[in-house]
């Protein structure tokens, strides 16, 4: 059973920084292309940050670049994503997912970043 748990999320004030964590089990986890997604209330679920298996390949929404940070640590079944100058904008319940192909098949339970004004 693929799983994939998210931490990291919280409370931040505009300006600041989290980083966010997902571990994943119950897959070969450096076959996997890895991304994070986001879902604002009253919005759909959107891509953030992706990074394929080998982590030399990495691709941003035009939200995110210069500010997030996207990695892995494939000894440690981990992507990370850095978040800094975080705006209220990029508050969501964010999301890990894994792809052994082009569509990523597994999701997290998500995490909440709030980012207040």
């Known amino acids: 059973q693929v799983l994939l748990v998210e931490s990291g999320g919280g409370l931040v004030h505009a300006g600041g920084s989290l980083r966010l964590s997902c571990v994943a089990s119950g897959l070969t986890f450096g076959a996997y292309g890895m991304g994070w997604f986001r879902q604002a209330p009253g919005k759909e679920r959107e891509f953030v940050a992706g990074i394929d298996w080998t982590g030399s390949n990495i691709a941003y929404a035009d939200s995110a670049k210069g500010r997030f940070t996207i990695s892995r640590d494939n000894a440690k079944n981990t992507v990370y994503l850095q978040m800094n100058s975080l705006e209220p904008e990029d508050t969501a319940v964010y999301y890990c997912?894994?792809?052994?192909?082009?569509?990523?098949?597994?999701w997290g339970q998500g995490t909440q970043v709030t980012v207040s004004s």
């Open positions: 997912a894994a792809r052994p192909g082009i569509k990523f098949n597994f």
